[in-house]
């Protein structure tokens, strides 16, 4: 294991071992411990009491958060050209077709979302090589593969992010940045976690929020009691 920093060391310190906070007192504790000399993502992990394995179980869904991620966010629009007007018009950063599959069949992978429209995916499906590994290839259930391309932009740029259980039963994402203000990041993150508990799974057994944890890119997480959030 890597020696700890000074301030790895110093943050660690600051955060009482086994205590859980409430939803308040994590986000003011997560500033405390933010050392990073960047604005760095705001991060949250939630334990779930699922068995991804199972079908039934597999938790993913789309949640827009009040005061979006801070980031910026940028979009491919790959789609017909009757729909490119609409989809500029919305925000988007790249409208396309073909040469931007070509660009990507070549590695090119410089955006952080695809949109396309259903009758485009054929094209689309060739790619999954170079965008699987990287979550980039557009889904219907995350909203990325639609026939309003330009109000799926819209949405995704004022903060709509998709996330998904993983094998752990653990659910990770970046829900804003440390320069929001503790009321941003409260906000955001109960919208987050009462998505969650919108999608639980009819046949999930036993607690469903296991634990749920706050962090800022390079500072250990923070816990919060699961009975706070609506706090």
């Known amino acids: 294991m890597s020696k700890l920093t000074k ?8 955060i009482e071992a086994g205590k859980a906070y409430t939803l308040a007192e994590a986000v003011e504790k997560v500033k405390e411990v933010n050392y990073a000399k960047f604005d760095a ?23 827009t958060l009040p005061h ?7 979009v491919l629009v790959l789609c017909s050209a009757d729909a490119e007007a609409a989809a500029k018009a919305a925000g988007a950063d790249y409208v396309g077709l073909d040469e931007y599959i070509e660009k990507i069949k070549g590695g090119w992978t410089d955006i952080d979302v695809i949109i396309t429209q259903p009758a485009i995916m054929g094209k689309i499906g060739a790619l999954g090589r170079v965008l699987g590994p990287r979550g980039l290839m557009p889904n219907p259930k995350s909203g990325t593969v639609t026939v309003d391309v330009a109000k799926a932009v819209e949405e995704v740029k004022k903060g709509k992010i998709d996330f998904k259980v993983d094998k752990n039963g653990i659910v990770h994402s970046s829900i804003g940045k440390m320069s929001f203000t503790p009321e941003q990041m409260r906000d955001n993150a109960r919208e987050f976690v009462n ?3 919108k999608l639980k799974p009819a046949t999930a057994k036993g607690t469903y929020l296991k634990s749920i944890y706050l962090s800022s890119t390079m500072s250990p997480g923070v816990q919060v009691d ?6």
């Open 7 to 14: 301030n790895q060391k110093l943050a660690l310190s600051k």
């Open 41 to 63: 993502s705001f991060d949250i992990d939630v334990r779930l009491g699922v068995d991804p394995r199972k079908a039934n179980q597999m938790v993913r869904g789309v949640v």
């Open 68 to 74: 979006g991620t801070g980031k910026q966010v940028r």
């Open 195 to 197: 998505t969650l508990i």
């Open 226 to 231: 699961t009975k706070s959030v609506d706090a």
